[in-house]
Each structure stands twice: as C-alpha cells, then as structure tokens.
C-alpha cells in the first residue's frame, strides 16, 4: 500500500537549519509528484514546495522563497526539504503529499504523511 | 493568490442530521476550457493526516461514503453530509488548485452536539 513516511523534525533555534524527509513506498516513487505541505499551530493547512518528478523543476510558496529547498532522489524513493534560516513562523507540522495523477504536478493530494513537527524556537 | 474563505469556523449537528460547510474563493476557479472547477475538499480526524473526500468540486474519491457530497461551482461551494455519523468529527478543509500557489481554507471543525 502507499505510504509516505516524513523525519527530520525537531527542535531548532532561530536562524538555524534542518532537513526534512519523505520516505515513499508502495508506488513508482519517479511517477508521481509529492509537494510538502505544512499547518502551522491552531491554523490550516499551507502549500510549502513542490518539485516535478524527474527533479528538474520547482516552485515555492513566497513565504519560503529563497530560504527553502526542495529536491528528491529518484533512486532512493525520498523526498526532500532542506530548510535553512528558520524563522518562528516556519513552526508547523510538515507533511508530505502525493500528487492523485501521474504526471500532474498541480492537481489534489491522494495521500499524506502523517507529518513531523518542526519548532523553531530560542 | 486566491484566498479561500470558510464559513462557519466550527459547527454542532446531532447525530443523523445534516452539516454544510461553505467555501468561498475571492475568484473564480472554473477554468472554462474544461467548465471544471479546481475544488476539492479534505477531512482531517483529530491525530490523523489529511484525507481527500471531493475533487473537480463535486467528484467523489473512491472509498469515501456517498453521505458527502460537493457542489457549487465558480466561486461558491458547499459539502454536505448528509446524514452525521460520530466518526465525521474532523476539522474540513477547501483547497482550489486553479493557480499557484495553491491554497486551503481555514478548516471547518464538525462536532457532535
């Protein structure tokens, strides 16, 4: 069955680092595009970050731009999210989330994560 | 970016009654070469990830009970449930993929009263 499994989270100190990863099983991982999504606390759910299947192509959300940088590894199934000058306000739960269609980068997300929580704070 | 407004914020229905959650974009997401509207709606149980119910606003992802249903279409849009059933308790999320960055209202969170 179709699982994606995130890591990486944890507790970090403002201006610091971290990398996120998204372990998937149970598909053609290089068929299928996975965007990162986060929700922060008490609020709703924010789009983060997607890259095309084959790597090549990326977009952000504004809030993330130039501070975030998602990339994948075809051979090892795994999704990444190099995060780097974090802020207060990146503090979220982040998920991993599968594009439904193969090869639709902008489309409904068919399954999720269960998430790992990031917290930025001093 | 397109905002998606959510009303009402949390709502109490009695078992077997009926709950509407409104979705409201500050433009149109039908994309009129394919008369589609890029709507969908996702539950999300206390503890649990995001699970899609409804794409294309009224499209019904498999496995999901026919007691919920999408409709509306331009920038107006509904889900209902039918029918409340205890394990319906979750917050609901609009989510419009019309343009970039896509994005989600702010949740709906049903309770049983």
């Known amino acids: 069955q179709v699982q994606l499994v995130e890591s990486g989270g944890g507790v970090v100190q403002p201006g610091r680092s971290l990398r996120l990863s998204c372990a998937a099983s149970g598909f053609t991982f290089s068929n299928y595009v996975i965007h990162w999504v986060r929700r922060a606390p008490g609020k709703g759910l924010e789009w983060v970050a997607v890259v095309s299947s084959d790597g090549t192509n990326k977009w952000y959300a504004d809030s993330v731009k130039g501070r975030f940088t998602i990339s994948r590894d075809n051979s090892k199934n795994t999704l990444y999210l190099q995060m780097n000058s974090l802020r207060a306000e990146d503090t979220a739960l982040y998920y991993c989330a599968r594009i439904k269609n193969i090869g639709d980068v902008w489309f409904v997300f068919d399954y999720w994560g269960q998430g790992t929580l990031v917290t930025v704070s001093s | 970016d397109i905002v998606m407004t959510q009303s009402p914020a949390s709502l109490a229905v009695s078992l077997g009654e009926r709950a509407t959650i409104n979705c409201r974009s500050s433009?149109?997401?039908?994309?009129?070469?394919?008369?589609?509207?890029?709507l969908a709606w996702y539950q999300q149980k206390p503890g649990q990830s995001p699970k899609l119910l409804i794409y294309w606003a009224s499209i019904r992802q498999s496995g999901v009970p026919a007691r919920f249903s999408g409709s509306g279409s331009g920038t107006d849009f509904t889900l209902t449930i039918s029918s409340l059933q205890a394990e319906d308790v979750a917050v609901y999320y609009c989510h419009q993929y019309y343009n970039t960055p896509q994005t989600f209202g702010q949740g709906t969170k049903v309770e049983i009263k």
């Open positions: 433009q149109s997401i039908l994309y009129s070469s394919n008369n589609k509207d890029y």
